[in-house]
């Protein structure tokens, strides 16, 4: 099987692809292929050395999905309950990710993207192994949203990391960066979220 790419440009899948929540659909299936298709994509990202030691445990049995977001929603919770929200935007974020706990075991497909570490993550600064696995997954997001799909960049699961992986049976060796929600969404407006101003976080030759 083969998706139908959307039409968009490089600039506007770029800017356009936003952490999906609410409007996930949870009500139509996602075909394997089409993950793995997308997946295809997402591995001609960069791997410090060539190394490609990430690993891809894509998840759609009902009981383990259900496993997985139990302990996602239980980290969620711990997690929200000392996040201020003082404005309109803080509020529709904690409304949306709320959504997301509470309907993660109905998403039709969960990814995530894992890496060999060798057993205790490195001492110090992690870019080096973390930069072999978080562009691919960021690929595998781009990949997706161009075939209708889309996904929400999360982590809590990882106050539970070494339960997840009893209940996926991952190796100690490899260690869990993101897990990736895949659906497809409910409506096309998708538009640029509003960032900082680049001259207030642009250093150039020097802080």
Known sequence: MTADLLPLDPDELLTTTRSVRKRLDLERPVPLEI?????????????????QTWHWIVLTDPEIKRKVADL???SFA???????????????????????????AQVPVLVIGAIYSGGEL???NQAGLWGSLLPGAWSLQLALRARGLGS????????YEKEV???????ANIHQGVLLPVAYYTGTDFKP????PLDDILHINGW
């Open 152 to 159: 929400a960049w999360t982590t809590l699961h990882l106050v």
């Open 193 to 196: 979220a509003g960032r900082k």
């Open 122 to 124: 490195p001492a110090g």
């Open 35 to 51: 993950v793995k298709e997308a997946l295809e994509v997402a591995l001609q990202a960069p791997t410090g050395s060539n190394s």
């Open 72 to 74: 996602y929603a239980k």
């Open 165 to 171: 992986a009893e209940i996926l049976g991952i190796p």
């Open 78 to 104: 711990a997690y929200s309950a000392n996040q201020p929200r003082h404005d309109d935007t803080a509020r529709r974020v904690a409304s949306s990710a709320q959504y997301l706990a509470d309907t993660m």
